[in-house]
Nanobody, 122 residues
Framework: QLVESGGGLVQAGGSLRLSCAAS????????MGWFRQAPGKERELVTA????????YYADSVKGRFTISRDNAKNTVYLQMNNLKPEDTAVYYC?????????????????WGQGTQVTVSS
């Protein structure tokens, strides 16, 4: 089970920190990703981190503004979002992929949270 928290309404230029708490499986065996879906758009991979934490991926649109991290001892993955823009408005989902899968592939992710809304006002 994956449970996201930390979404909300923020003004452009502001920051939010999302958390995703995992339970039920060995967290450290899974890559973790953050996806988002805006109204009328496809779900996209925002950022991901390998099961070991040794490698991360960021979409070009968030590079330099977002940071993914994980704490395997707490079974939690975080998304620090700084300098938020209105175009970051979306429902954000965390997801887990088995560690032998490609961690940047959407289809690798088998387990999903319920999502948390992030709204950035201009």
């Amino acid at each position: 089970q994956l449970v996201e928290s930390g979404g909300g309404l923020v003004q452009a230029g502001g920051s939010l920190r999302l958390s995703c708490a995992a339970s039920g499986r060995t967290f450290s065996d899974y890559h973790m990703g953050w996806f988002r879906q805006a109204p009328g758009k496809e779900r996209e991979l925002v950022t991901a981190i390998r099961w070991s934490g040794s490698l991360t991926y960021y979409a070009d649109s968030v590079k330099g503004r977002f940071t993914i991290s994980r704490d395997n001892a707490k079974n939690t993955v975080y998304l620090q979002m700084n300098n938020l823009k209105p175009e970051d408005t979306a429902v954000y989902y965390c997801a887990a992929a088995w560690r032998s899968n490609a961690f940047t592939s959407l289809t690798a992710y088998d387990y999903w949270g319920q999502g948390t809304q992030v709204t950035v006002s201009s």
